[in-house]
């Protein structure tokens, strides 16, 4: 199984962006929980969003109102948008999907 991550880039405070993660090595992700977390330098990786089958979905409280994760097991994708985003958003940003991680895409946002 392969997670490719894209979308990541540097932003100012109040702008957007989508991540995409690309999911590759199963016949079928439909049963399967995907997500994203998150890692800023010197801090602990925290969860941004999940999304379980039947569109379960948990978001961190950081960013719950501002980002919006959704699911297209067709084309086993996940995407999370990311609205009004903030500084402290800054940090690398992993793709998951149960068990297995993503290599992680930068998500750099100034003031």
């Known amino acids: 199984v392969q997670l490719q991550a894209s979308g990541g880039g540097s932003v100012h405070t109040g702008g957007s962006l989508k991540l995409s993660c690309a999911a590759s090595?199963?016949?079928?992700?439909?049963?399967?929980?995907m997500g994203w977390y998150r890692q800023a330098p010197g801090s602990q990786r925290e969860l941004v969003a999940v999304?379980?089958?039947?569109?379960?979905?948990i978001y961190g409280d950081s960013v719950k109102g501002r980002f919006t994760i959704t699911r297209d097991d067709a084309k086993a994708m996940s995407y999370l948008q990311m609205n009004d985003l903030k500084p402290e958003d800054t940090a690398v940003y992993y793709c998951?999907?149960?068990?297995?991680w993503g290599q992680g895409t930068l998500v750099t946002v100034s003031s």
């Open positions: 999304a379980g089958a039947g569109n379960r979905i």
């Open positions: 090595g199963l016949s079928s992700i439909s049963d399967l929980v």
């Open positions: 998951v999907m149960e068990s297995w």
